[in-house]
């Protein structure tokens, strides 16, 4: 199903992901959290065949095309293509991935909290009867939630 990569194939993933990943994470439904977390790495739609060659190579995600967008400035942006993940399998398996091939950017900061996220929702299940454990889950979550936003803040060097 997924494919763990050559080691020249994953250090190459994993310094594109430094400056072109996006780990993200949302949670619904207050206070009976439900989480959605997501990877996503983009390119500009001209460079779509190499997302999907990550695809291919890895065996997750699905490489979408974006329209252009415009800024408040009133540039418009090229269009772009974005390989994402949102099965938890998937994620686990990048968890996995960038462990062996760990990131080195600030964006390690952000992995470091999405895989905590990661691990808590592929070891429990939120679906049926509501529980003070599952609470317990949401909170540790919003928690963890809260810490990856940090973590994503600009910090200007002295």
Not at 3 to 22: A, H, I, K, N, Q
Not at 23 to 42: E, N, W
């Amino acid at each position: 199903m997924y494919t763990m990569p050559s080691d020249e194939f994953g250090y190459w993933f994993s310094g594109l992901v430094d400056g072109e990943g996006c780990f993200t994470a949302t949670l619904s439904g207050k206070p009976r959290y439900i989480p959605r977390l997501h990877f996503d790495v983009g390119l500009r739609e001209d460079d779509i065949e190499v997302l999907r060659s990550i695809q291919r190579t890895l065996g997750v995600g699905s490489v979408y095309r974006g329209n252009p967008q415009r800024n408040s400035q009133g540039y418009t942006s090229k269009a772009k293509a974005s390989l994402k993940t949102t099965r938890t399998a998937e994620n686990v398996f990048l968890v996995d991935l960038f462990h062996r091939f760990p990131l080195r950017s600030k964006k390690k900061e952000v992995f470091d909290v999405w895989a905590e996220m990661i691990g808590l929702i592929a070891d429990h299940e939120f679906r049926g009867r509501w529980t003070t454990e599952k609470q317990g889950l949401a909170d540790r979550l919003y928690e963890l939630l809260v810490e990856l936003r940090r973590a994503r803040q600009f910090r200007p060097v002295e």
